[in-house]
């Protein structure tokens, strides 16, 4: 079957064939951004979540090997995070945080709990990794204003508890 065109030899689309398919992407942009930025947004948690796990198992790894204590500092101000060792140098501990990763972006520390010391929201924090294979039990509470992820360090275990809440885990009784 043969198309009937007004102008012979030229084809293409109406306008309302073209405003139809307009319309339906535009129907499908609608419902895909929400989920696409829902996605971003718990990326963004996930690696940070991954990159101070990851960072805990080579120090606690390293400290176990080296035999000397190793360090995870938080800048929660800053929103920064290096690592150090018992024996550094000042000159070398200052380079370290000179050159201090920043958390992905629109991701922060909202607290750290600590075992024996409570919660800080501010300053600098540091969780101790002991070169007998241990390491100071903390939390660390990280949030991206929509939602809040726990990342659990537990003295004698060998890994990290990842929680997709808010837990106040050495919560003190009254």
Not at 51 to 56: D, H, R, S
Not at 93 to 112: F, H, K
Not at 125 to 154: K, N, W
């Amino acid at each position: 079957m043969k198309m009937k065109n007004t102008v012979p030899g030229q084809r293409g689309y109406t306008l309302i064939e073209i405003s139809v398919v307009i319309v339906l992407v535009g129907v499908i942009l609608l419902l895909a951004v929400p989920r696409v930025q829902d996605a971003v947004s718990s990326d963004r948690m996930r690696t940070a979540v991954r990159n101070l796990t990851g960072a805990a198992r080579d120090l606690k790894a390293g400290a176990v090997r080296e035999q000397v204590d190793h360090y995870l500092h938080l800048d929660l101000d800053r929103r920064l995070v290096w690592n150090s060792r018992d024996d550094m140098t000042a000159e070398v501990r200052t380079a370290r945080r000179s050159q201090a990763r920043p958390l992905p972006s629109g991701v922060r520390v909202a607290d750290v709990a600590l075992a024996d010391e409570g919660k800080k929201n501010q300053g600098e924090v540091v969780i101790r990794f002991f070169s007998q294979g241990y390491v100071q039990p903390a939390a660390i509470h990280l949030t991206d204003e929509e939602r809040t992820m726990t990342l659990i360090f537990q003295p004698f275990l060998s890994t990290f508890e990842v929680k997709d809440s808010y837990v106040d885990v050495w919560q003190k009784s009254r």
